[in-house]
Nanobody, 124 residues
Framework: VQLQASGGGLVQPGGSLRLSCVAA????????IGWFRQAPGKEREEIAC????????YYADSAKGRFTISRDNAKNMVYLQMNSLKPEDTAVYLC??????????????????YGQGTQVTVSS
């Protein structure tokens, strides 16, 4: 079971990025997927969760109104659209999979698999 996040990079404040999470060797259809980020010197933070069927998504306050999590089960992909990026969004972003299939909220979910991250840097 492998997860890999991609799509990170350097973006100016106010810009946008779309991150992708892809699975190798298994289907994501039955998993809830969460996006996390970890900045230097800070704890890892769950910022968004989408359940297996794609409804009732959850966001951390830091992501509400700016980030959108979505999934395309046919393509075995999960996305994180990030708009209006701020310097404080700079972090390594990674995705995780929960076999439960449900999002119980935000920052309370227990994930079974974590993937490799992608660096997002917001700077002018």
């Amino acid at each position: 079971v492998q997860l890999q996040a991609s799509g990170g990079g350097l973006v100016q404040p106010g810009g946008s990025l779309r991150l992708s999470c892809v699975a190798a060797g298994f289907r994501l259809d039955h998993y809830a997927i969460g996006w996390f980020r970890q900045a230097p010197g800070k704890e890892r933070e769950e910022i968004a969760c989408v359940p297996s069927q794609g409804r009732f998504t959850y966001y951390a306050d830091s992501a509400k109104g700016r980030f959108t999590i979505s999934r395309d089960n046919a393509k075995n992909m999960v996305y994180l659209q990030m708009n209006s990026l701020k310097p404080e969004d700079t972090a390594v972003y990674l995705c995780a999979a929960d076999t439960d299939g449900r999002c119980k909220g935000i920052q309370i979910n227990i994930y079974d698999y974590y993937g490799q991250g992608t660096q997002v840097t917001v700077s002018s």
